[in-house]
């Protein structure tokens, strides 16, 4: 029996927050597409499988990246593999169970798509992201969030055994906000990046740079974030809520980037979850609105 410890050990292997979003926002797209009604028990083993496939990723990154994580300030008294508090043999061995438990029962119980998509985004998140852009190419995060903004895909598959064009958008919408939300830490954590050598965007092209797409992506959040309306996925409760954070995270993004400080770039950096975070959820009780009058 694992000890309390090791239980912690092993959830932060998994990068809990990032699960966290993954969650909501394969349960947004369940909630706004009506799935999740319709067949509660089914989408909600989805669900579990879409956190798992999620955190077999995320375990197997924190495996090849035990090198760099152990020399950067952010990582190496928080991480379970720097703080040799789960063996890397055991952290991958731990890794791909997930991966293999997750995808076999999304093959075998719900549909081959819903199983596709999620073993390409953990091959992708892998291969393409951490032993490839990474430590490359300063977009690296730009191609590589694609691996984060695939849970509404799974879900719309898993749910319809299509790829709807709300789980598209959604998708488009977590693939757009990836890049701000990251490169906020990646104007705090320049040095450490620089000690490293992770080729990340304030690092090659500067500061000013940075800070300029920052803004330009964030400015595409908004007519994105709109989209499901118009496409009647969505009512007037999400539309008022998706511009109010919108414009909440807009003025922030401003405000903190003007300042050009470590803990300004820090509290943007979580700005921008809470952003998402309250997107999806406002998208989930829009959808449970209009379910419980009928609409879906």
Not at 15 to 26: R, Y
Not at 185 to 197: F, G, P
Not at 285 to 291: K, Q, V
Request: charged content about 15%; hydrophobic content about 55%; some cysteine.
């Amino acid at each position: 029996m694992p000890s309390a410890s090791q239980f912690r050990a092993y959830l932060q292997l998994t990068k809990p927050t990032i699960i966290a979003l993954v969650a909501i926002t394969g349960l947004g797209t369940m909630v706004a597409e009506g799935s999740i009604f319709h067949e509660p028990l089914k989408m909600s083993l989805v669900l579990i499988a879409i956190i798992l496939s999620a955190a077999s990723a995320n375990a197997i990154n924190q495996f090849i990246d035990r090198d760099i994580d152990s020399v950067m300030d952010r990582t190496r008294s928080k991480r379970p593999l720097p703080l040799h508090s789960i063996a890397p043999v055991s952290a991958l061995s731990f890794a791909l169970l997930l991966g293999i438990v997750s995808n076999a029962f999304l093959w075998i119980k719900i549909n081959p798509l819903s199983a596709i998509i999620s073993v390409a985004t953990i091959l992708f998140y892998v291969f393409i992201y951490t032993l490839w852009l990474k430590r490359r190419h300063h977009y690296n995060i730009v191609i590589g969030g694609a691996a984060g903004a695939t849970a509404p895909l799974i879900a719309s598959a898993a749910g319809t055994n299509d790829l709807s064009a709300l789980s598209w958008i959604l998708f488009g919408i977590i693939f757009t906000w990836t890049p701000p939300h990251f490169w906020a830490l990646a104007l705090a954590l320049k040095d450490q990046y620089e000690k490293v050598r992770i080729p990340m965007l304030p690092n090659v092209l500067g500061d000013e740079r940075t800070r300029l797409e920052i803004v330009l992506y964030t400015l595409i959040l908004l007519p994105l974030g709109l989209i499901p309306c118009f496409m009647e996925n969505a009512g007037i409760l999400y539309a008022i809520l998706s511009i109010a954070l919108w414009l909440w995270y807009m003025r922030e993004t401003v405000v903190q980037l003007k300042k050009q400080t470590v803990s300004a770039y820090r509290r943007l950096f979580f700005v921008s979850i809470g952003y998402l975070f309250f997107l999806f959820l406002g998208l989930m009780l829009d959808g449970l609105w209009r379910w419980l009058r009928g609409e879906i």
